[in-house]
């Protein structure tokens, strides 16, 4: 198997839950789509109709990610899988005005490169190798995303924040709060602010476990 030491993994964030999986491979590659609502009005007398848009879809995340636990002797599907396939699953915590619950909004995010806040909608996977009594550990899943949020809202993915010299990156664990954050990194918790600010953290009382901060050098 390919070593990934150095390198920043993918991971994706249940938003409702905090749970996180990591993926255990980069993915090779990824498709974006992206269509947009218009409806056409026939005019007598035209070769051409008159064109009215309707309004923009959300993008789709398509991706192929592979997990493996041979060596470590479990279950692919409890050790990874199944958490992705909760991503599918209705969460009652949801629930409200007569509605039973919807499955919870979730994000991917590699590094901070960039990230996609969106709901998966379609799952196929596939199982490839296994124990002697049955259990799989080997799988290969397409997952489809379609897309929850504007861009431009996700954390890190400003040009002027990233690419700056003297940036770092952490990863919230959980627990974790940007004032004891801030405490860690600058010696002051008060600089929480600070760190709201250049990761765009619209509610920082809610710090999501598996979010990749930037942390920037004190202006």
């Known amino acids: 198997m390919p070593s990934e030491t150095g390198l920043e993994k993918a991971v994706i964030i249940n938003l409702d839950t905090g749970e996180t ?4 491979f980069r993915p090779k590659e990824y ?27 959300g993008m789709t995340l398509t991706m ?14 409890k050790r990874y899988t199944d958490k992705i396939w909760r991503l599918m699953m209705i969460n009652p915590a949801n629930a409200d005005k007569g509605n039973k619950g919807w499955p919870p909004t979730c994000e991917f995010r590699w590094g901070l490169a960039w990230s996609f806040k969106a709901v998966i909608t379609n799952i196929n996977q596939r199982f490839t190798m ?18 929850a949020a504007e861009e431009g809202q996700y954390p ?5 924040t990233v690419s700056k010299p003297g940036y770092k990156t952490r990863r919230v664990r959980e627990g974790e709060t ?3 954050i801030a405490f860690e ?3 002051d918790a008060a600089r929480w602010r600070y760190l709201a ?5 619209d509610d920082p009382m809610r710090l999501e476990p598996g979010k990749v901060l930037a942390i920037a050098p004190l202006g």
């Open 64 to 77: 192929e990610l592979f997990f493996d636990t041979y060596e470590m002797g479990l279950d692919v599907r």
């Open 197 to 201: 600010d250049i990761n765009n953290l």
């Open 21 to 24: 999986v990591d993926c255990m």
């Open 31 to 57: 498709t974006f789509t992206k269509a947009n609502e218009w409806t056409q009005e026939v005019i007598t007398g035209k070769n051409v109709p008159k064109l009215q848009f309707g309004g923009g879809k």
């Open 178 to 180: 940007l004032d004891l």
């Open 156 to 160: 890190g993915q400003n040009p002027t």
């Open 130 to 147: 296994f124990f002697p009594d049955g259990t799989p550990v080997r799988s290969t899943m397409t997952v489809t995303f379609m897309q």
């Open 185 to 187: 990194e600058y010696g």
